[in-house]
């Protein structure tokens, strides 16, 4: 599976972006797929993650402020992000592996695509 990842860009906190991860290969609508960050100078951490039936999960940090979703007839899934904050600012990463259930660890995706810079002014 091949992801890439677009979306990214520069916002004023209050502001509102939508990420993209688009994958390749048949078998899409198997994955199960997830947003992770990263911040200069500090670990990767899980934001969202989405299973093949739906199924969500957010870190504490974005709940109610982000949405994640899925077009299996797209291949495609998607960050939604209100109410930016300057903290949410790193750089994004989307990422799948096959499985039913959602899952939030890094070392629980096999794929990675690369990341798309999120930079919230204040």
């Known amino acids: 599976v091949q992801l890439q990842a677009s979306g990214g860009g520069l916002v004023q906190a209050g502001g509102s972006l939508r990420l993209s991860c688009a994958a390749s290969?048949?078998?899409?609508?198997?994955?199960?797929m997830g947003w992770f960050r990263q911040a200069p100078g500090k670990e990767r951490e899980f934001v969202a993650a989405i299973s093949w039936s739906g199924a969500t999960d957010y870190a504490d940090s974005v709940k109610g402020r982000f949405t994640i979703s899925r077009d299996n007839a797209k291949n495609t899934v998607y960050l939604q992000m209100n109410s930016l904050k300057p903290e949410d600012t790193a750089d994004y990463y989307c990422?799948?592996?096959?499985?039913?259930?959602?899952?939030?660890?890094?070392?629980?995706?096999?794929?990675w695509g690369q990341g798309t810079q999120v930079t919230v002014s204040s």
């Open positions: 290969g048949r078998t899409f609508s198997r994955y199960y």
């Open positions: 990422a799948a592996d096959s499985g039913s259930s959602v899952r939030v660890g890094v070392r629980e995706y096999h794929y």
